[in-house]
């Protein structure tokens, strides 16, 4: 939020707490992080803290953006190899009707495209990668090398950067880093909001896409002629209706 009004330390309804962020422009930047959440606790947290942004007059502006981590439990390489097949199918189309367009370019939101180690070598390699320690170090050659073409017989230091808090790889729309670094999925794309539908929803969405790719077969993504309507339409049966509805929606369908 650009301005945290009289947004109390401490409440009994939900836990979180307030950092500042200098990447907010305003004179009283600072990020609410609330702690994970499942299930129904989830839903009456985020009616619960629209409710508190509202009644505490916080603001938000477009240098603010909603971050949303999915836990990673459940989640091999294999489908976080499979993630970010659906991501790069659905990513254009995400930017285009999912979040406000000032989001797309934003510099702490990076598309694909603009992440020097994924050049069409990385995603080759991705492809052929057949077995865990594989995928690894193509996963390491793309966010950490910066553009080397992957060699299976060159094997890197996959440590050092994963302990790297604050590595700048961490600035993709898809924050994959943030999976390496503490088992989380870290979706930044979407602009700062108060609106209850849209905090709801849209962490709704990411958790089930992570949940899809977890899920899947290779073949079943692989296959599919990607994009958000054949993504929804392929995999109707897994996303409950009502998120399906509001991707649709947006979409202006």
Known sequence: VCDIGEFPDSNTKYKYKITPDSSISGDIGREIV??????????????????????????????????????????????????????????????EYLVEPHRNGNKYCKRLNQIRGFIP????????????????QVLYYGLYEEGYVYNKSKQINTREPKLDRYNASRYCGLNLHSYLYRNTIEWRQHHGTMDLEELLYWPLWCGWVVEVASLATDKAIQGLDMGLEAFLNAFEYKIPKEIGNWVRKKMGK
Not at 48 to 76: I, M
Not at 121 to 136: E, H, N, P, V
């Open 34 to 95: 609330i702690a994970p959440t499942i299930g129904d606790e989830y839903l009456w947290m985020v009616r619960d803290l629209v409710a508190d942004l509202e009644e505490h007059e916080c603001a938000v502006n477009q240098s603010c953006g909603l971050h949303v981590h999915v836990s990673g439990n459940g989640l091999d390489v294999f489908g976080l190899r499979r993630l970010l097949w659906i991501y790069k199918g659905i990513e254009k189309e995400l930017f």
């Open 121 to 136: 070598q990385f995603w080759g390699s991705l492809t052929l990668a057949k077995t865990t320690q594989d995928i690894k």
